[in-house]
């Protein structure tokens, strides 16, 4: 796509100005703190200079660090880390937050309602009142619902970035659609968050400081922690003294991942794997761990489903019911080897019908049923065990270009005691191939044995509470009860993704509100795929999908195939973004919302329900010009919609002091808590309850599930062998001769957050202007690149250039990209699109359903193949000089 120069320059509502000449880059500075100026901070605080200072939460990252807000007529001037929480400021806020200052008073902010008046992404807009904007989009909604149905609504959102989700949960719900929403939990941790939840009841801490005492190993798998989170915060801190810096940590450090990151460079085992292969990796080193039996064969046999039975004839777990002729679905079968006879399991008592039993975990038996028909019946163990066979080390070396000897060893490190499993987004989640990925993990893990124990990997509680009473969860404000049966089944890819709908959803929650009193969260854990949902938009089908609610997500950087994305949003009647800048998504709405960011709005969370505790902060400041908090949005939305009744506070404070109401707290007292934890108690499926018997796990079993029974009950075989990517030098050999490497793209870089921090002017893009990627050096040669330059990196979907940055820490045939750039500094209108399709990954990713993960349709942003080559001139529109970095 050809630049001319003065396609830079912006008109007033597409702004992107930058270099504004009148934004001061000295605003907002404040003197130091001393220790004793912090020492002094605490909520309302009014300093000698008259800053106000509230005790708030940045939410500029997941990390949720707690910060003082400093503002000075309603103006942020200074933020200061708040040490009761343990927080430093980090990149992003730069010294005393001026990063944060500048972006929340930055010119380009969106600060009023925006009506599109032009055609979709001609870039003309009016400025409209926020009242206004409510009132049309509420009216509009409610035309696209009576023409089409309220399914015909879909929400967009991003990776965590505000606690207000439940209110669009809350919005969807009662508008009469099942929470439509498309997100990227899709590819990130909450579709794996919540398979977890039907095989262990509760998912094992997934980040952070997931090694309890006693770990033997940990495994890091596909995350590049060193920029995971900034440097400063509490978890990078603690990476940084245990994984880095200690040599004397009495662990080893296990890393899958073809770069050699930080925690590779210091880690005793580094497995540089071809991108996309981890299952069979994890397939191998099961097989090694099984035939040399150096599993936890107690663990497997007592707490774990592996010794149920499953029939040859249908593959599927023999129950109660056919085995007895009536019962419980969620009673199993198991052998007594002793009586040589099948023996029933009874979940709820977490025992068997007969006293005394030790069940066989392996073999194959003949079991009589009910009917008297007499069925042969193995273990589910023994079928793993089959399955694993299939990957002798040789097969596996050679899938994952790994060597044979460093396969085993892995295998070995792994059993050598008690693991973690600490996986990033470069394992299973990106690989579109995420179910049989995560089965494999999750037979590592139960061969350790040491899940929720000493060691191994801890398991996230239902809390917190405060007085012994559980605060309000997200999950009992989202309005499932609201819900349908009949909306359920109206969603795009019910059918399609039985372990990404409701269909699983029901059968997770029903254990959750058996075991933990309230149902198991929507949030992020079922995603309806954007493929699917584009071509809905388009042609009508399944059913038609008309209007979408995008916020705190720019759909234009995180979906695959920025093509199909455009051509989705243009097919809809409706489309509303809620932001706060003009993004490329937003280029393409009708409506614009000025968001309110975390400076301006009061904190409290559950954190999507996923961690056992809850934080908390403060409003900063009002919210400037015309911008509204998220919830104000929704809530705005609903009262216009009819809902009001169901709303009744009428502020984000109003919510919170309801949240923790029966706790016995008031909102003033839970801001200074700050951070809410239940104790963490390890082993807890040996607890004994109050009726005396066992506690077990909090799944449909009582059990690990191994073998996850819930997955059988929706007619899937959960053993799965491994799949090769769709995309590769094995599946599609005659692409890889066009294009000849592998293409795997994210790699987090500070200070960025996604596409976040990209604009001119904070001071952040100003510490790393432009996008790059890595390469081999001895790749680079052989092409003739060399350190710095652009080059343009293809695949069959389009092309993009990004800056080579040349090295040995990645391998001779893979590249990696960076994903989430976009240029503030651009033209909204088309075809410009604030340079979406200068440099964007997801130009060049697939979101063919086809191509994806079959359960759950996750696509690929980590296997694809593309081909490189050095543009001939740097783009027209690079200007070294450009981004000078600020003085601080
Ligand atoms: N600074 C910063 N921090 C962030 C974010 C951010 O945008 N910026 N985003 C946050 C979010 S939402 C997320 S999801 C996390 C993600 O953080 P990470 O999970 O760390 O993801 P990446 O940084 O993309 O790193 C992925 C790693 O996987 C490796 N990899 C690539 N392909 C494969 C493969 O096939 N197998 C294996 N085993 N490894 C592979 C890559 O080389 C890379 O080292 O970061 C969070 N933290
Ligand atoms: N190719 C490729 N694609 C990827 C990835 C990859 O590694 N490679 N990573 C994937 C992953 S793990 C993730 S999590 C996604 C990230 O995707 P997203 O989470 O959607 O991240 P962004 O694209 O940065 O979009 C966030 C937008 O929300 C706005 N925003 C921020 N906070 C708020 C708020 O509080 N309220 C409102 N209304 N708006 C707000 C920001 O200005 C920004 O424009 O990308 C995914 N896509
Ligand atoms: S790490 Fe930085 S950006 Fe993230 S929450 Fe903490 S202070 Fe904010
Ligand atoms: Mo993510």
Redesign the pocket.
């Known amino acids: 796509m050809g630049f001319n120069p003065t396609q830079y320059l912006n008109n007033e509502f597409s702004s992107g100005v930058s270099f504004h000449p009148e934004f001061s880059r000295d605003d907002g500075r404040y003197e130091d703190y001393t220790p004793e100026k912090l020492e002094a901070l605490h909520n309302n605080y009014v300093d000698e200079e008259g800053v106000l200072w509230k005790k708030s939460r940045c ?2 990252c997941h990390l949720v660090c707690g910060v003082y807000v400093g503002s000075k007529d309603g103006k942020v001037v200074a933020i200061a880390p708040d040490k009761s929480q343990g927080t430093e400021l980090c990149e992003r806020h730069g010294k005393n937050g001026i990063r944060m200052v500048k972006f929340n008073n930055h010119p380009d902010r969106i600060n009023h309602a925006l009506k599109r008046v032009g055609e979709r992404g001609e870039g003309k807009w009016e400025k409209i009142s926020v009242e206004q904007a409510l009132d049309e989009i509420a009216e509009k909604l409610l035309e696209v619902k009576a023409k089409y149905g309220p399914e015909s609504l879909v929400v ?7 606690d ?1 989700i439940w209110a669009a949960r809350r919005f969807a719900s009662l508008f009469g659609n099942a929470c439509q929403v498309m ?3 899709h ?3 909450m579709w794996k968050v919540f398979q977890q939840e039907a095989i262990y009841g509760r998912p094992p801490v997934f980040f952070g400081h997931n090694a309890p005492q006693g770990t033997k190993t940990r495994y890091f798998g596909g995350m590049r922690a060193e920029e995971f989170y900034a440097n400063r915060s509490i978890v990078s801190r603690i990476m940084k003294e245990e994984l880095w810096g200690d040599t004397q940590r009495p662990y080893k450090i296990l890393v899958v991942d073809p770069c050699c990151t930080t925690i590779a460079r210091n880690a005793d085992l580094w497995l540089p794997i071809r991108p996309g292969t981890d299952a069979a990796l994890k397939l191998g080193m099961g097989n090694i761990i099984v035939q040399e039996k150096l599993y936890d064969a107690d663990f497997l046999r007592d707490w774990t489903t592996a010794p149920f039975l499953v029939r040859t004839d249908t593959k599927k777990l023999l129950r109660e019911p056919a085995f007895a002729g009536k019962g419980n679905r969620h009673n199993f079968v198991a052998w007594d080897p002793v009586k040589g006879k099948a023996v029933l399991w009874i979940s709820d008592t977490r025992k068997f019908a007969e006293d005394g039993v030790v069940p066989a975990l392996e073999g194959e038996f003949d079991v009589k049923l009910a009917s008297g028909e007499t069925v042969k019946c193995k273990t589910a163990f023994t079928l793993i065990v089959e399955n694993l066979a299939e990957y002798p080390l040789e097969t596996v070396a050679q899938i994952t270009g790994l060597p044979e000897q460093k396969i085993e060893a892995a295998a070995r490190m792994l059993m050598d005691g008690p693991a973690s499993f600490t996986m990033g ?1 470069g394992d299973a ?2 690989s579109g191939n995420q179910v049989n990925n995560l089965l494999a993990e999750n037979y590592l893990m139960c061969f350790t044995g040491a899940v929720d124990g000493q060691g191994g990997q801890e398991m996230y509680g239902v809390g917190p509470h405060i007085n012994g009473v559980r605060v309000v969860r997200d999950a009992e404000l989202e309005g499932q009860e609201f819900i349908s049966a009949e909306a359920k089944k109206k969603t795009v890819g019910y059918e399609r993704y039985p372990l990404n709908s409701w269909q699983l959803h029901d059968l997770v929650s029903e254990q959750h509100i058996k075991y933990h009193g309230t149902p198991r969260e929507i949030t992020h854990c079922m995603n309806v795929h954007p493929g699917l949902v584009w071509e809905a938009a388009k042609t009508g089908k399944p059913f038609p999908v008309k209007a979408i609610i995008s ?10 195939n920025t093509k199909h994305v455009v051509e989705g949003l243009k097919a809809m009647d409706l489309v509303v ?5 003009m ?1 490329p ?2 280029a393409l709405a009708d409506y614009v ?1 000025p ?4 400076m301006e ?1 009061p904190f409290f969370s559950t954190m999507e329900d996923v961690f056992d505790f809850a934080a908390t902060g403060d409003r900063g400041i009002r919210p400037q010009f015309d911008r509204q ?2 919830y104000d ?1 929704f809530r705005g939305l609903a009262i216009r919609c009819g809902q009001e009744e169901h709303w009744p506070w009428k502020t984000y404070e109003d919510v919170v002091a309801m949240r923790v109401e029966k706790c016995g707290v008031s909102y003033d007292e839970v801001i200074e808590m700050g951070t809410i934890m239940d104790p963490h108690e390890l082993e807890k499926y040996k607890q004994v309850r109050k009726d005396g018997t066992l506690r077990g796990w909090d799944t449909a079993s009582g059990r690990v599930e191994i073998f996850p029974t819930l997955y059988d009950e929706l007619g899937i075989y959960p053993i799965l062998p491994y799949r090769e990517p769709a995309e590769s030098p094995y599946s599609t050999p005659e692409l890889y001769e066009q294009y000849p490497f592998v293409l ?5 870089t500070i200070p960025f ?4 921090g990209r604009v001119p002017d904070i001071g952040t893009r100003e510490m790393h202007p432009w996008p790059v990627f890595m390469m081999n050096i001895e790749t680079g040669r052989q092409l003739g690149i060399r350190d710095g330059d652009w080059c343009w990196i293809e695949t069959p979907r389009g092309r993009i250039r990004q800056r080579a940055r040349l090295g040995n820490e990645i391998g001779q045939k893979v590249i990696q ?1 960076q ?2 750039w976009w240029y503030p500094e651009m033209r909204a209108e088309e075809p410009v699109l604030k340079g979406i399709w200068e440099s ?3 130009v ?2 697939n979101d063919d359903p086809d191509a994806g993960d079959p359960y759950i349709g996750g696509w690929a ?2 296997c694809l193949l593309c081909k490189v080559y050095r543009c001939e001139e740097p783009p027209e529109w690079f200007d070294e000089r450009k981004f000078l970095p600020i003085a601080e």
């Open positions: 939410f500029a967009a959102e991003g990776t965590y970035r505000t207000h997100g990227p939990g590819i990130c941790a987004r989640d990106q916020w705190h997500t720019d759909l234009m950087t995180w979906a695959a973004q809620m932001e706060y800048w993004t998504a937003a919302l968001a309110a960011d975390w709005r908090i998220d949005f795997t793209s994210g790699g987090r957050f996604h596409s976040d990209i994903a989430s964007s990954a997801n060049l990713t942003n980590r």
